[in-house]
């Protein structure tokens, strides 16, 4: 009982992935026939990998690496995570624009940030880094693609306020997080020194939990009808 109170107060991340997810799944039903269906694979899919992560780093049997310096790293798996979701949210977003010019600029977008991750191959190893770089354009793309979809829902007039549109709330936990995600990365890694002096894990863990609230707070509260 005691370990399983020490993984709750140190993993609490974790439990809240969870949570969204039951609430996501609970409300499918208003959301199903639209571009979001796979949003809750993709919450689930997060749990999963966090949960992986967690086990990669602390139990011998799930290490990937042989070398035993680096046998705790789980980096791996988050890279490809990386790639997997902002490849999915361009896609939600290329789904839900209208204006085919918009579409279009995000196709392009997808493909710089592929041929981004790409390169860094070439210049950082996936198993023991993060490709902290091209996580950053693929950062300002997806924040870009965001600006191109709000700009394209105000020139179409709605009688639903924003607050009852899933995608309001989605939107906004993904630009508060990767405004700011890809500089505390680049700090952890660049300026470890930063990183640890200033606590900039817990700053990460607050935006996570930021993100992860309005996913939870739009599931929750949105309507149907007001859905674009």
């Known amino acids: 009982m005691e370990e399983f109170y020490t993984f709750i107060s140190e993993q609490y991340i974790l439990p809240f992935y969870l949570i969204v997810w039951i609430v996501a799944m609970a409300r499918y039903r208003t959301y ?25 780093k602390y139990f011998d049997e799930f290490q990937i690496i042989d070398i035993e310096k680096y046998s705790w790293y789980n980096v791996i798996i988050f890279n490809i995570y990386s790639v997997i979701s902002f490849l999915f949210f361009y896609y939600i977003y290329w789904r839900v624009v209208k204006n085919q010019t918009y579409r279009k600029w995000i196709k392009i977008g997808a493909l710089t940030s592929i041929i981004g991750y790409v390169v860094s191959l070439f210049f950082q190893n996936p198993l023991y880094s993060n490709l902290y770089y091209a996580d950053m354009l693929a950062s300002f793309i997806l924040l870009f693609n965001i600006w191109l979809y709000f700009k394209d829902k105000r020139s179409e007039s709605s009688p639903y306020p924003s607050k009852h ?3 309001f709330w989605m939107s906004l936990g993904l630009v508060i997080f990767y405004s700011i995600f890809p500089f505390l990365f680049w700090i952890g890694y660049e300026i470890p020194q930063i990183w640890i002096d200033y606590h900039l894990r817990s700053v990460l863990r607050i935006l996570i939990l930021f993100m992860y609230g309005t996913f939870l707070v739009g599931v929750l509260i949105h309507s149907r009808k007001a859905f674009r």
Do not use: A, H, Q
């Open 32 to 56: 199903f026939d639209t571009p979001l269906k796979y949003y809750p694979m993709y919450l689930m899919y997060t749990f999963l990998t966090e949960l992986l992560g967690y086990f990669i």
């Open 165 to 167: 549109n899933l995608m």
